[in-house]
T-cell receptor
Framework: AAGVIQSPRHLIKEKRETATLKCYPIPRHDTVYWYQQGPGQDPQFLIS???????DKGSIPDRFSAQQFSDYHSELNMSSLELGDSALYFCASSLAARRDPKSYEQYFGPGTRLTVT | AQSVTQPDIHITVSEGASLELRCNYSYGATPYLFWYVQSPGQGLQLLLKYFSGDTLVQGIKGFEAEFKRSQSSFNLRKPSVHWSDAAEYFCAVGGFIQGAQKLVFGQGTRLTINP
């Protein structure tokens, strides 16, 4: 079965640089979520999109932005990178409208490991 | 505040032994509960989910979990573990939390299997 695809899998950037992470949801899934997992920590919700519109926002820094495109893939743009941004970034997708219980059944990609030096 | 607590940071069991990983949640409404497993350097794989109905839910890889509302718990169990079960396990609650619809995860339990 098709899964969530994330690219790149690994990314090394220097402080103050920018990074773009891409996410391709499971086919027919219309909702995308982004999570950040710091070293030894649990995943923290950043932002979500439903039908190409921003749905919910969590603890996402103002330096970060994201969008969902017409083919439902999503990109997380990170600017002015800081050392503390080094983490594993997960994308997840679900098939359901917001507030539908099924929308909580999220399927995660393998993650992008971002290292900021 | 809504939260998930996994009291055990690290558990070691012998291969073939039974396993129970604890999870307690704090959520005002009926919770949607999940268990995910993460192998080193890998993504999160959904093991099982609880929305409503039967409080004992079956998942993949021989795992099951029991929802106990009176104890605010959703413990994960497996009758006989395999070496391939060594991984990090996360319990999560899904809900409208702090103004956003999201999953909130526990701190995780790292499972080590002794041969």
């Amino acid at each position: 079965a098709a899964g969530v695809i994330q690219s790149p899998r690994h990314l090394i950037k220097e402080k103050r640089e920018t990074a773009t992470l891409k996410c391709y949801p499971i086919p027919r899934h219309d909702t995308v979520y982004w999570y950040q997992q710091g070293p030894g920590q649990d995943p923290q919700f950043l932002i979500s999109f439903y039908e190409k519109m921003q749905s919910d926002k969590g603890s996402i820094p103002d330096r970060f932005s994201a969008q969902q495109f017409s083919d439902y893939h999503s990109e997380l743009n990170m600017s002015s990178l800081e050392l503390g941004d080094s983490a594993l970034y997960f994308c997840a997708s679900s098939l359901a409208a917001r507030r539908d219980p099924k929308s909580y059944e999220q399927y995660f990609g393998p993650g992008t490991r971002l290292t900021v030096t | 505040a809504q939260s998930v607590t996994q009291p055990d940071i690290h558990i070691t069991v012998s291969e073939g032994a039974s396993l129970e990983l604890r999870c307690n949640y704090s959520y005002g409404a009926t919770p949607y509960l999940f268990w995910y497993v993460q192998s080193p350097g890998q993504g999160l794989q959904l093991l099982l989910k609880y929305f409503s109905g039967d409080t004992l839910v079956q998942g993949i890889k021989g795992f099951e979990a029991e929802f106990k509302r009176s104890q605010s718990s959703f413990n994960l169990r497996k009758p006989s573990v395999h070496w391939s079960d060594a991984a990090e396990y996360f319990c999560a609650v899904g809900g409208f939390i702090q103004g956003a619809q999201k999953l909130v995860f526990g701190q995780g339990t790292r499972l080590t299997i002794n041969p």
